[in-house]
């Protein structure tokens, strides 16, 4: 019997340079982003936490798979503009089965860039696949959220390099 390997490339653009709130000084206050050993990126400006990112599975009977049980190994992009995370991501009740996945993250400015190549290591049954963007409610309380095309970005959301058929979630006003 031959396996089907599924393969997942899934490229992500956080425009966050047009967030604001309430105060121009916490606006212009540089955007960190931290990669920690699993891959999961945690966003943050001015000590706040913007965002939390992170690719999840979820294995039979909705066993979740966050990436913070990921063994990964985190590697500086050789022209040093972001990291680089290979790992593996063990998947419950799936007899062993695990995500294999490489991460790529790239600060653009103001803008956050995130490519991710996932794929099985055996035959398994997943209810869900997914990378989530986990928003603090005490941050955006009152505010819009709108994700759209890159070839339509709303006024004041332009994220350079992007390409068709790509995904930008704009975090706005």
Known sequence: MRLLRV????????ALGCLAIESNVWAQEALLVRV???GLVRVTRGGV?????????????????????????VRELVEGMGRRVVGTMP???????AIKFSEVVRLLGQALRLEYDVAVTKAMKLNGLQVSILLPVDVYADK??????????????????ATAGRRVLCLGR
Do not use: Y
């Open 36 to 38: 920690e050993p699993s």
């Open 144 to 161: 819009e959220v709108l994700i759209s095309h890159p070839d339509a970005d709303p006024p004041g959301c332009d994220v350079a390099e």
């Open 91 to 97: 998947v419950p009740n799936t007899d062993d089965g």
């Open 49 to 73: 936490e913007m965002a939390v990112i992170e690719l999840n599975a979820h294995g039979p009977q909705w066993k979740h798979a966050p990436q913070d049980t990921a063994k990964a190994e």
């Open 7 to 14: 393969r997942l490339i899934a490229t992500i653009f956080l």
